[in-house]
């Protein structure tokens, strides 16, 4: 007989937790999802960081985007917010403190909770060789950056345990292209394009006035916007696919994590940006049935 993980919880709920990138939470709501609303109500959250990297770090030492509350101390709020992993894993005992001496989410869940733990994730700046894949089973960094529905079609649950899937889905972010359309279609950005080829994550963002060169046009980012709009309204379909295809007992989050800047204030994109928009992400959650 297979040798059950420690600490094995019978009827823990599988845990999905899904990152659409760079997605704006205005962005969001203009596209009016269907379908992922049946999780819940859709929150205004903040990020805790501006920029990919940063931001999945916290993500995975479980705080997700947060709300910003007054008069209170942040480890009252951590130590609060963190209860919510009962809810989330079906669980009952879980506690801020559950977490250390690692406070990381993956391998709490693969150590302590006897989960499977799987990463599909779509930027390279967060690929298998970096820091973040740790107390994963498996971390894959997808072949293509734009492609959600080419997850859910790997994803596999098991009756013996648990799992928890991070998936970090790229159709969100820059240039917003959804899977069928070909890159010499895609809208180009002077200056971020010719490195974004490469999917160098560092140089997409920044303040783009000043330089003496008028490098965005307002038209032009408007039509960005309008993708990463037209991005989440595909991915409520794909979600759709993803919700006939999991268990029963399977809890999901969707967020994102960071916002993006489309000219507001001279910034376009995000990371080296301090910006209302770009702390500001949906934030939605809830089990199916
Ligand atoms: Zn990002």
Redesign the pocket.
Known sequence: MQRRPAGHRPGANNYVLIVF??CRYDSFQRARPRVMKKLGRVERRWSYAS??SP?HFNLLMGLLPHTSPRNVFASEFYTKDFLKYNERLGLSDIQFQSLAPQLYLPAFLKESLGYATHAMVS?PVLNPRTILNHGFDTYRLMPAHNDMRAMVREMKFSEERPSFYLLNVGET?YPYALPGEPPEEWPRIHGVHGVFQHLHERVVGGKVRGHGEKMFNQAKLDLLRDRQVAAVRYLDSVVEELFAAVPPNTYITITS??GELFGEDGYFG?GPIQHEKVFEVPFLEGKLR
Do not use: Q, V, Y
């Open positions: 990138d760079s920029w990919t931001s930027l972010h994590d960071h995000h």
